[in-house]
């Protein structure tokens, strides 16, 4: 790489990271009634739902209103706004019937506040073809925030350092996939950054996106811990 797009790519890596700074400021500070008037704002469910209730609601205009194979009341949490869900309790929410828009996705950005409780390969949002050939996903995995992908070949991915997560602690992750520059991850509680200059998107799979999900993967690998106030722009 010559100096000429050395220096672009670092301006467009530095303008990803003040992007996520300020995204997560607005997000942090921001009440939760107010997500509907966001620029870009795709999809946000608050997670608020109780007990075995089918419905997951989408408070953005789009109405991407996802479903749940509820297993109970003990889904259902406090959370850092209102309620939050707890999985695996919560069971497998999915947001399938909106895999035509989803999967046509080829920027995004995902944020949501978490407890984590241990474990690897944690799913918190997966766009796949219904198996574990074509997928894009993030997740906790044995305490690293981490970015997946893969598409007909070998999975891959990059992560960040071992996190420590302190129990009942609220934390902010965002993750950003970018066509241009590549994806990050971001946790705004101690701003640990981290980047790669991969660009796959789930509208750049080979097979079509057929399931979207919150908490897992194809019904499997569910998240581990608390999940509250989920924005997708």
Wanted: some cysteine; hydrophobic content about 40%.
């Amino acid at each position: 790489m010559n100096r000429t797009a050395w220096t672009a790519a670092r301006a467009w890596l530095q303008s990803i990271r003040f992007g996520l700074l300020s995204l997560t400021i607005v997000l942090t500070l921001a009440p939760p009634g107010g997500a509907q008037s966001e620029n870009g704002l795709l999809g946000h469910w608050k997670l608020d739902e109780r007990g075995p209730n089918e419905l997951l609601a989408d408070a953005s205009p789009n109405q991407w209103h996802g479903t749940r194979e509820a297993s109970g009341a003990e889904g259902s949490v406090p959370g850092k706004f209102g309620q939050a869900l707890r999985f695996p309790a919560a069971g497998t929410i999915r947001l399938d019937r909106h895999a035509p828009a989803l999967g046509k996705l080829t920027d995004f950005t995902v944020s949501m506040w978490i407890q984590y409780e241990g474990g690897a390969s944690r799913q918190l949002l997966t766009f796949s073809d219904g198996t574990t050939s074509h997928r894009v996903q993030v997740e906790v995995h044995n305490d690293c925030l981490h970015f997946g992908w893969q598409n007909g070949g070998s999975f891959a991915g990059f992560g960040t350092e071992k996190l420590a997560w302190t129990p009942g602690t609220w934390y902010h992750v965002v993750f950003v996939s970018d066509a241009r520059v590549g994806k990050s991850i971001l946790r705004s509680n101690d701003l640990v950054w981290k980047s790669d200059a991969n660009t796959l998107s789930p509208a750049d799979l080979k097979s079509p996106v057929q399931r979207v999900e919150i908490g897992s993967l194809n019904g499997e690998y569910a998240f581990l811990g608390c999940v509250d106030d989920v924005r997708l722009f």
